[in-house]
T-cell receptor
Framework: GQQLNQSPQSMFIQEGEDVSMNCTSSSIFNTWLWYKQEPGEGPVLLIALYKAGELTSNGRLTAQFGITRKDSFLNISASIPSDVGIYFC??????????FGKGTSLLVTP | NAGVMQNPRHLVRRRGQEARLRCSPMKGHSHVYWYRQLPEEGLKFMVY????????ESGMPKERFSAEFPKEGPSILRIQQVVRGDSAAYFC????????????FGPGTRLTVT
């Protein structure tokens, strides 16, 4: 399947700071999904993007579908301790399986 | 609880034993996907099933692994003669219909092979 590269690999920030992370692909995607996973739990869907250029928000989270359709960005504003977790981007391959990046690990200090 | 359910949450097996992992999709969902996650890695697709049909098993190892989603009851991922390399978290996801890319995940089963 297509390879998804996420950066940064990890982030260590203070509460209240804004966070930006991105995901790039070697191929075009028609859908981008962003998930958050906390320790010992399954991934939770945060935002789904379906159109190039689309900007979608979910509370303090905003995600964008890149114009080239080969990248996507996730921003978290005014981070809080419960934002801690691993954030994964994902996109469907030619079938219905999702390809996942390796994740961006976020740590927030009070 | 209307979410995806998986059990057991933790499973310990000795090398050579069988592991059976169960998944009940969200209410109203008829599509089930199984993924495996190794430590420090993203999720890797294994198999996609609809009721009584395997649609795509391209990510599943050819030997020892099998999956089913019967007409009644949960989807089962079965691993025969487990080896240490099978130790991982196994996640099930479900979606409501064909072509719908949003998948909703269960809490996972952590398999440890000793």
């Amino acid at each position: 399947g297509q390879q998804l590269n996420q950066s940064p690999q990890s982030m260590f920030i203070q509460e209240g700071e804004d966070v930006s992370m991105n995901c790039t692909s070697s191929s075009i995607f028609n859908t981008w999904l962003w998930y958050k996973q906390e320790p010992g739990e399954g991934p939770v869907l945060l935002i789904a993007l379906y159109k190039a250029g689309e900007l979608t928000s979910n509370g303090r989270l905003t995600a964008q579908f890149g114009i080239t359709r080969k990248d996507s960005f996730l921003n978290i504003s005014a981070s809080i301790p419960s934002d801690v977790g691993i954030y994964f981007c994902a996109g469907p391959n030619s079938g219905y399986a999702l390809n996942f990046g390796k994740g961006t690990s976020l740590l927030v200090t009070p | 609880n209307a979410g995806v359910m998986q059990n057991p949450r933790h499973l310990v097996r000795r090398r050579g034993q069988e592991a059976r992992l169960r998944c009940s999709p969200m209410k109203g969902h008829s599509h089930v996907y199984w993924y495996r996650q190794l430590p420090e890695e993203g999720l890797k697709f294994m198999v996609y099933l609809q009721k009584e049909n395997i649609i795509d098993e391209s990510g599943m190892p050819k030997e020892r692994f099998s999956a089913e989603f019967p007409k009644e009851g949960p989807s089962i991922l079965r691993i025969q003669q487990v080896v240490r390399g099978d130790s991982a978290a196994y996640f099930c996801a479900s979606s409501p219909q064909t072509g719908y890319h949003e998948q909703y995940f269960g809490p996972g089963t952590r398999l440890t092979v000793t």
